[in-house]
């Protein structure tokens, strides 16, 4: 997790839309974490998850979105007093090996064209968040199309897209494309009722709609020819106006909508 990122907490209760009294503190958790470097967030991480007691590791780690086992690892180097680590051992930034489709340009392009088939213009933005096939068949299918990937990266872009990285068992399903799209073109809320709701200006409101249609922030930026960064910050912005915590909240909220 790069430390300028403020990750949105992952706790069940987060993640519900309902305000508890760990929100605010959950948020301070990560706020601090994204001003740490790489040692001393898993420090942090370590010291607080012992000060919760059992269970500490896991709930840090779905408040942090650091790993277990870096969490542990934090534990043990300060409960040796942290005898091996000394400043010079801070890891630079941007250190360490690449990520995946930072070493492929076409990768996370070439991930989306897969799945785009078999989540297309789904009109109440659920099921366009789950995918067919296992994290297996799409390694294999990104190594057969030139782009290796590992069952884990896979289904760390897939996070990173918006989808689950399990496959979606439901069967049945017998529309085609067309159809669930103008479904969705009826059911959809309006820009004018985001606007006037959410105080949301019309560019985020063009942009939750966009995407409450399973389109991805990728293709959003494409389309509106403005860079993914720019989506991104129109997302956070659509986000807090709305109260929502992540996109699968606002997803529901914007699906609520369609009979007002």
């Known amino acids: 997790m790069a430390a300028s990122v403020l990750h949105q907490c992952g706790c069940a209760a987060c993640r519900s839309r309902q305000p508890h009294p760990d929100q605010l503190l959950h948020r301070q958790i990560n706020l601090l974490i994204s001003r740490l470097d790489e040692q001393q967030r898993r420090w942090f991480a370590a010291v607080e998850a012992t000060r919760q007691g059992h269970g500490g590791v896991q709930r840090l780690a779905e408040i942090t979105g650091l ?35 930072r070493q492929d340009a076409g990768l996370t392009t070439a991930l989306e064209n897969l799945l785009e088939p078999e989540t297309a213009g789904d009109p109440m933005g659920k099921r366009t968040k789950v995918k067919r096939r296992s994290l297996r068949q799409l390694s294999e299918a990104l190594s057969a199309a030139g782009h290796p990937a590992s069952r884990p990266t896979v289904a760390r872009l897939l996070r990173e897209l918006g989808y689950s990285p399990k496959a979606n068992t439901r069967r049945g399903e017998t529309r085609s494309v067309p159809e669930r799209n103008a ?21 985020e409101a063009e942009v939750a709609r966009a995407l409450h249609g399973g389109t991805t922030k990728r293709a959003v930026a494409d389309a509106r020819s403005l860079r993914e960064a720019t989506i991104r910050t129109q997302v956070r912005a659509v986000l807090e106006k709305t109260g929502t915590v992540n996109l699968r909240d606002l997803e529901r909220l914007l699906a609520n909508l369609h009979e007002l």
């Open 67 to 101: 790993d277990r086992h870096t969490i542990a690892r934090g534990q043990r180097e300060l409960a040796s007093g942290l005898a091996d680590r000394t400043p010079e051992r801070i890891r630079r930034r941007g250190a360490g090996r690449p990520a995946r489709e």
């Open 183 to 203: 479904q969705f073109e009826h059911v959809a809320p309006k820009v004018e009722l985001l606007q006037e709701l959410f105080g949301l200006t019309r560019a």
